[in-house]
């Protein structure tokens, strides 16, 4: 299923922004601003970064699990 948007209110100069980086990229308007779209909702927000990294500290690693993880990444080389 797929959803539609509407932007409304949207300045002139920034329209005319748009409308040429969508030419200049050989793509519609609605393709590229899907492209942008895209790509913004495929990166982590600060947010779920901040909760990952959070997520990571408070693991308790030890010194040994240092030293294996060190060996393992040796031994690939």
Not at 6 to 35: F, H, M, N
């Amino acid at each position: 299923m797929t959803t539609a948007f509407t932007v409304r209110d949207v300045p002139d100069d920034i329209a005319r922004t748009i409308k040429i980086r969508a030419a200049e990229a050989g793509q519609s308007i609605q393709g590229y601003l899907l492209g942008l779209i895209m790509r913004e909702a495929s990166k982590p927000s600060l947010a779920e970064m901040a909760a990952r990294a959070e997520r990571y500290a408070s693991d308790q690693v030890t010194h040994d699990d240092v030293l294996a993880a060190l060996d393992e990444g040796r031994s690939g080389r």
